[in-house]
T-cell receptor, first 112, second 110 residues
Framework: GEQVEQLPSILRVQEGSSASINCSYEDSASNYFPWYKQEPGENPKLIIDIRSNMERKQIQELIVLLDKKAKRFSLHITDTQPGDSAMYFCAASAPGYQNFYFGKGTSLTVIP | AQTIHQWPVAEIKAVGSPLSLGCTIKGKSSPNLYWYWQATGGTLQQLFYSITVGQVESVVQLNLSASRPKDDQFILSTEKLLLSHSGFYLC?????????FGSGTRLTVL
C-alpha cells in the first residue's frame, strides 16, 4: 500500500512565527491530500485539503502546497498562535481505493 | 447534516475478555465506513472498511473483526482482548474523498 512519510515529528515555534510540516508519498495514483489536527483526547479534525489538480490552497493562516512531480506536499501555518498547538497528520488517498494512508504525525507546540 | 455516534466513550477491560465497539451514522445513506486504531501518541492505522451492508474488508486485522449489520452501523469486536489492543478506536465515514472521524472510544486493556 501507499507509504506517507511526515517530518518533523516534533516542532516547536515561537508565537507569531510560521510552522511547516512536510509529507511525501510513493503512489503516483494518490490524488487527494488532507490534513488533520488532533488535540489531546479528541478525534482528528480535517483542517485543509488539496487535490492533485491544484498546487496551492490557502484557508486563512493555513497554506498547503503540492508538488506532484516530487510527490511531496506540505502544510504551512503562518502567524502561529498557542491554539495551533496540537498533533497534525497528513494523509494521502487514491481514487477508487477505500484507503487513507496517514503520516506518523507532527507534534506542534507554539511557545507564547 | 450527517452525525456519527460512537459507543462506548471509554472502556477498561481485562486481557482475554471480549469487546464490542460500535458506531452509527445518521443523515447519509449507504456510507463508506471505516475503523481506525491509534496507539497513544501514534499514527492512525486503518483496520477495516465497508462500502455496504454485510461487506467488510480487512486492512490490518490485529486479532479484531468487524461487521456491518445495518446500513448505518459498523461494529468492531474481538473475543479475546490483548494488551496490545489498548488505544483509541475511531469510526469514520467519507463524503466523496473526505474522511470524517467520530469522537472515538478510548480502550484500556489491563
Amino acid at each position: 500500500g501507499e507509504q506517507v512519510e511526515q517530518l518533523p515529528s516534533i516542532l516547536r515555534v515561537q508565537e507569531g512565527s510560521s510552522a511547516s510540516i512536510n509529507c511525501s508519498y510513493e503512489d503516483s495514483a494518490s490524488n487527494y491530500f488532507p490534513w488533520y489536527k488532533q488535540e489531546p483526547g479528541e478525534n482528528p479534525k480535517l483542517i485543509i485539503d488539496i487535490r492533485s489538480n491544484m498546487e496551492r490552497k490557502q484557508i486563512q493562516e493555513l497554506i498547503v502546497l503540492l508538488d506532484k512531480k516530487a510527490k511531496r506536499f506540505s502544510l504551512h501555518i503562518t502567524d502561529t498562535q498557542p491554539g495551533d498547538s496540537a498533533m497534525y497528520f497528513c494523509a494521502a488517498s487514491a481514487p477508487g481505493y477505500q484507503n487513507f494512508y496517514f503520516g506518523k504525525g507532527t507534534s506542534l507546540t507554539v511557545i507564547p | 447534516a450527517q452525525t456519527i455516534h460512537q459507543w462506548p466513550v471509554a472502556e477498561i477491560k481485562a486481557v482475554g475478555s471480549p469487546l464490542s465497539l460500535g458506531c452509527t451514522i445518521k443523515g447519509k445513506s449507504s456510507p463508506n465506513l471505516y475503523w481506525y486504531w491509534q496507539a497513544t501518541g501514534g499514527t492512525l492505522q486503518q483496520l477495516f472498511y465497508s462500502i455496504t451492508v454485510g461487506q467488510v474488508e480487512s486492512v490490518v486485522q490485529l486479532n479484531l473483526s468487524a461487521s456491518r449489520p445495518k446500513d448505518d452501523q459498523f461494529i468492531l469486536s474481538t473475543e479475546k482482548l490483548l494488551l496490545s489492543h489498548s488505544g483509541f478506536y475511531l469510526c469514520a465515514w467519507d463524503w466523496g474523498e473526505t474522511l470524517y472521524f467520530g469522537s472515538g472510544t478510548r480502550l484500556t486493556v489491563l
